[in-house]
C-alpha cells in the first residue's frame, strides 16, 4: 500500500489496532503527529477532546499530503471543528452502489452523519436514501482533509476485504493531495508579525523575478513602507518557515492569508497583478 496509515489516539492501543495493523500495514503514533499520511482516529476521542486540541489536530490535517480519518465510536451528539456536523444513531442501510467494503459493513453501521460536509461519492459516502456514512472538509482545493466515517473498518469483516478497504483508504486520502517539503511552519518558534505581513502582500501584488527585484519594488511602492534590512530579514523568515518559496507564497503562506484579517486586501493585489 502507497499511502502511509497511522493510528492515532486509544485506537494505537485498542485491540481492534490489531486487525488495521494486519490488512493495511497501519503503524503506531505515540505522541507527535507525522508529518505527512493518513491518520486514522476513534471519533470518541476528538469529540471529547479539549477544544484547543480538536484545533490542532485539524488543523494539522489541513496541509496538502495529509488526512484526518475519524472512525466509530463516536458519540451522538453535535461538533463544531472545522464546521458543524453532527452523529445520530442509525441502522438498516443498504448502499447506494455495489461496493464490496461499503456492502460487508453496512450490516454493523451503527451511525449517520449529518452537517456541513462534502460527501465522499467517489467511496460510496452516501447511502440508498442519501444519508452520509462519510464525508470530509478541507479549506480549499489544495489542502488536506479533515474525515469522517460510520463505517467500521476495524471489523473482522474487513479480513477477506483487504484489497477493497486499501483502495477505500487511498481514494479518499488521494483527495489530500502531494505533501510539500519544508512548507509546515513551526508556530512554536516563529511569531508572524506585521512585517512578514507586509512582505507577504507585496509578493502577490506584482510578478517579481528575484528577492532584488521584490525588495528594490518595496522600496519605491505607493502601497508599503518598510526598510530594506527588515524586508530582508522578513523574507528571509518567511522562506525559512515555507511560507514563501524564492518571491512566491507556498500553499502555506496563502493559507495565512486567508485565516487573516487581510484577506479581501491580498485578492484585489492579486486581481491587479494579473
Known amino acids: 500500500m502507497n499511502t502511509s496509515i497511522w493510528l492515532v489516539g486509544t485506537l494505537a492501543t485498542h485491540r481492534r489496532q490489531r486487525i488495521l495493523q494486519n490488512v493495511i500495514a497501519a503503524q503506531l503514533v505515540e ?25 490542532d489536530w485539524y488543523n494539522w490535517s489541513q496541509e496538502p499530503g495529509r488526512t484526518l480519518l475519524l472512525i466509530p465510536p463516536f458519540e451522538t451528539k453535535k461538533s463544531s471543528i472545522p464546521c458543524n456536523w453532527e452523529i445520530r444513531r442509525r441502522s438498516g442501510v443498504k448502499p447506494q452502489q455495489d461496493s464490496p467494503l461499503v456492502k460487508a459493513l453496512a450490516p454493523e453501521v451503527d451511525y449517520e452523519l449529518q452537517g456541513q460536509l462534502q460527501i465522499a461519492s467517489e467511496i460510496g459516502g452516501a447511502w440508498e436514501d442519501m444519508s452520509i456514512n462519510t464525508a470530509y472538509y478541507r479549506k480549499h482545493p489544495h489542502s488536506g482533509i479533515f474525515a469522517i466515517t460510520c463505517l467500521p473498518i476495524w471489523s473482522l469483516a474487513v479480513l477477506d476485504k483487504e484489497q477493497e478497504l486499501q483502495k477505500w483508504l487511498e481514494t479518499l486520502h488521494s483527495l489530500a493531495g502531494q505533501p510539500v517539503e519544508n512548507q509546515a511552519v513551526d508556530q512554536t518558534s516563529f511569531q508572524l508579525k506585521e512585517e512578514h505581513v507586509i512582505v507577504m502582500l507585496h509578493l502577490v501584488s506584482q510578478k517579481f523575478v528575484d528577492a532584488a527585484t521584490a525588495l528594490t519594488a518595496l522600496q519605491s511602492s505607493t502601497i508599503f513602507s518598510l526598510d530594506r534590512n527588515t524586508a530582508q530579514t522578513c523574507l528571509g523568515d518567511l522562506q525559512s518557515q515555507g511560507l514563501v518559496k524564492g518571491v512566491q507564497l507556498t500553499e502555506s503562506g496563502i493559507d495565512v492569508i486567508r485565516q487573516s484579517p487581510y484577506l479581501a486586501y491580498a485578492e484585489e493585489l492579486e486581481a491587479l497583478a494579473r
Open 31 to 55: 505522541n507527535q503527529l507525522p508529518s505527512f499520511g493518513l491518520c486514522l482516529m476513534f471519533g470518541i476521542d476528538f469529540q471529547e477532546a479539549a477544544e484547543s486540541q480538536e484545533k
